[in-house]
């Protein structure tokens, strides 16, 4: 049996994943560990002032991220890969190519004419 708190967190991370685009259903991929630190951290960032561009902030993460140590980062790879697992019981058998529609190539039609010999 499950409690509350988890079928409120699957509820919540089903709305997450699913996002519906015109008539089709994509599921987004389980948020890694930088990702999830980021999810955490930005908001820090972006409360001290310094900066508003997006690539600016992502920088200044990333080198924070890579200052923290091994056991602190720990923490973030948990949290992911829990994200994963749960992930993989909400939609079992999702590939992330599931995603991305299948494109027709067009054939590169050659007039007669252009390819010609130098003799």
């Known amino acids: 049996m499950t409690s509350p708190g988890c079928a409120v967190?699957?509820?919540y991370l089903t709305q997450y994943y699913c996002v519906c685009l015109g008539s089709r259903q994509v599921v987004k991929k389980p948020l890694n560990a930088f990702m999830l630190y980021?999810?955490?951290?930005?908001?820090?960032?972006?409360?001290?002032?310094?900066e508003r561009e997006s690539a600016?902030?992502?920088?200044i993460l990333g080198?924070?991220?890579?200052?923290?140590?091994?056991?602190?980062q720990s923490k973030y790879y948990e949290l992911a890969q829990k994200e994963r697992?749960?992930?993989?019981?909400?939609?079992?058998g999702w590939s992330?190519?599931?995603?991305?529609?299948?494109?027709k190539r067009k054939r590169s039609q050659?007039?007669?004419?252009?390819c010609t010999r130098s003799g």
């Not at 697992?85 to 079992?92: D, F, S």
């Not at 050659?110 to 252009?114: A, E, K, L, V």
């Open 9 to 11: 967190l699957v509820q």
């Open 56 to 59: 600016a902030i992502n920088r």
């Open 85 to 92: 697992l749960l992930h993989m019981q909400l939609y079992p």
């Open 38 to 50: 980021m999810k955490e951290t930005r908001h820090k960032v972006l409360q001290e002032g310094r």
């Open 110 to 114: 050659q007039s007669t004419g252009s």
């Open 96 to 103: 992330a190519r599931d995603n991305y529609g299948k494109r």
């Open 63 to 72: 080198r924070r991220w890579n200052a923290l140590s091994r056991s602190e």
